[in-house]
């Protein structure tokens, strides 16, 4: 019995000290200065999310005379409440923090030094003082009244998403380890991205930049700069681009020749006046409405696309809609030339299909786009009996010749000649890969 009695003590005694022990932590954990302060407008429901280091840390909320105790996990915890003073006290470890969508109902957030993810949007914050919080790596500040943002000391930040604001000027020259930066929608004439070359992610649509250089990003991926004053973009070093969105700027000319993994290009809305995408093989979807084309030009930009047949078919989108005064130059194109190849020729401002078109456009004519590596081919001879001879710079890597119904008639690869004298006299189409890129001539047989 006094065994029995001394195992039932020697229990309690562990369990108190356990108690004790986890009491102490708790305090530690949720007293001192409050890891996050809200200035919040009395008597609203506001709606918090919470993110801890460590499962199961315990968090203390002080709203006026209301106290909640939690724990807060890896992932999110939700709680909400109805505000009891004009000031609302977060204690505990908190690494995580969303107060999105408040509405006004929070006026500002002060937040400590080890935070790492701040979800604030579709608030009405007119600042937001974020130069303690050197341990950042995630902020979404969308949809304020922000006329200024300060990162100089958000060293570590690496997703910036600040859309929908008044920025006017935004320098990011500190932030070296973004990758993702989001900042559409806001009054910006200028932003620093000189030091950026980490990002792989960069949306600036609908601001007013008269400049934006991307040449020391080599691994951007997707870039959008609609609804801008760009006269100009160089995208010759962004060869690792996928996707780009630069409709309705004041574009004259688009070089896409090096973006040889594009999927999407959008080029809306500019004063373009040829575009080549030749090169652009991986290409699926083209919206180059409202542009300054010819109908040669569209047809040039058809004859171009690369084959899609057997694969998802890919589209194109040369006019806006039926109502529009470019329609007339598009129905006079030969879209024949782009379906035969799985392509769709569509209306962009709806998707649906543009009728049968009248032209009768062959691809194997001389083409009329820009095609700056054919300059430097020299064919001989041309016209030509059997053996035709290509001298470029460098390795080519394949001959391929078309005849005038877009077919296949002839290939070599890894050579710089290719017997042609099987074939009847007539006008071909010469495709040349080279390192440097694609060509197209026109060649002609006896």
Not at 166 to 175: C, F, G
Not at 182 to 195: D, E, R, V
Request: charged share 15%; hydrophobic share 35%.
């Amino acid at each position: 019995m006094k065994n029995v009695l001394q195992q039932t003590l020697t229990t309690l005694a562990l369990i108190v000290a356990m108690m004790t022990a986890a009491a102490t932590v708790q305090a530690q954990n949720t007293e001192g200065p409050p890891s996050i302060v809200l200035d919040v407008l009395l008597g609203q429901k506001i709606y918090l999310k919470f993110k801890a280091a460590q499962e199961g840390t315990l968090i203390r909320v002080v709203n006026g005379i209301e106290t909640d105790v939690f724990t807060a996990d890896t992932s999110w915890t939700s709680r909400s409440y109805t505000t009891r003073k004009t000031a609302v006290f977060v204690y505990g470890d908190v690494i995580g923090f969303n107060c999105k969508e408040n509405y006004g109902k929070i006026t500002s957030v002060h937040t400590k030094k080890s935070l790492e993810e701040l979800i604030c949007s579709q608030n009405s914050f007119t600042n937001l003082d974020l130069s303690n919080n050197t341990a950042l790596t995630y902020l979404n500040c969308n949809e304020n009244n922000l006329i200024n943002l300060d990162l100089s000391n958000n060293t570590a930040l690496t997703y910036l998403s600040c859309a929908g604001n008044k920025l006017t000027n935004l320098d990011l020259s500190n932030n070296t380890a973004l990758t993702y930066l989001g900042c559409s929608g806001n009054k910006l004439t200028a932003i620093n991205i000189s030091n950026n070359e980490a990002l792989k992610d960069l949306s600036l649509g609908g601001n007013k930049l008269t400049n934006l250089d991307v040449s020391h990003i080599p691994d951007l991926k997707v870039l959008d700069c609609n609804n801008n004053q760009l006269a100009t973009l160089n995208l010759s070093n962004n060869r690792a681009l996928t996707q780009l969105y630069c409709d309705y700027n004041k574009l004259t000319s688009l070089d896409v020749s090096r973006n040889t993994t594009l999927t999407y290009l959008g080029c809306s809305g500019n004063k373009l006046t040829t575009l080549n995408v030749s090169n652009n093989t991986a290409l699926k979807e083209l919206v180059c409405s409202n542009n300054e084309f010819t109908t040669a030009v569209i047809d040039d930009i058809y004859c171009s696309l690369p084959d899609r047949s057997g694969i998802e078919a890919g589209t194109i989108q040369p006019v806006s809609d039926m109502y529009s005064p470019k329609l007339a130059i598009v129905r006079a194109t030969t879209k024949g030339n782009a379906t035969a190849k799985n392509w769709e020729v569509q209306y962009s401002g709806d998707q649906t299909d543009i009728p049968a078109t009248t032209g009768n456009y062959d691809c194997s004519a001389t083409s009329g786009i820009d095609n700056p590596l054919a300059a430097a081919l020299t064919l001989y001879p041309n016209p030509v009996e059997s053996i035709l001879h290509i001298e470029a710079e460098g390795e080519v890597r394949s001959i391929r010749i078309y005849n005038i119904y877009g077919t296949e008639v002839a290939t070599a690869a890894g050579t710089k000649q290719i017997d042609l004298s099987h074939l009847p006299a007539g006008v071909y189409a010469l495709r040349v890969e080279t390192e440097q890129g694609v060509a197209t001539q026109r060649v002609v047989k006896k």
